[in-house]
C-alpha cells in the first residue's frame, strides 16, 4: 500500500490469505481508491470464497489456485493486462 500511494504498476498478484490485518480483498479494496482501474490477479492455496468473488467484482481478474505452475500464472497476467 505504501508504495502504491506514491507509484503505479501494471498489475499486482494478491495472495488471499495474508498476514493479520488485511486480506486480498481489503488489500484491493483500499488500492482502488488510490488508483481506480488496477489490474489485479489473485492466488490462493485454498478454494475460492466469497472474498475472491467480492474482489472480482470490484474488477479484480481471475483466482489462480496455489501450487501453480508459471505457465498457469502468465496466462492469469496477460489475460488480465490484455483486459
Not at 38 to 47: C, E, N, P, Y
Not at 65 to 80: C, D, F, N, Q, S
Amino acid at each position: 500500500m505504501k508504495y502504491l500511494k506514491d507509484n503505479r504498476v501494471d498489475i499486482l498478484v494478491l495472495d488471499m490469505i495474508m498476514a493479520p490485518g488485511m486480506d486480498g480483498m481489503e488489500t484491493y479494496r483500499r488500492i482502488l481508491e488510490i488508483h481506480p482501474k488496477q489490474k489485479a490477479i489473485l492466488v490462493s492455496g485454498f478454494t475460492e470464497t466469497d472474498r475472491v468473488r467480492k474482489a472480482q467484482i470490484l474488477g479484480a481478474g481471475t483466482y489462480v489456485k496455489k501450487p501453480y505452475v508459471m505457465e498457469t500464472i502468465g496466462l492469469a497476467i496477460r489475460k488480465e493486462l490484455e483486459r
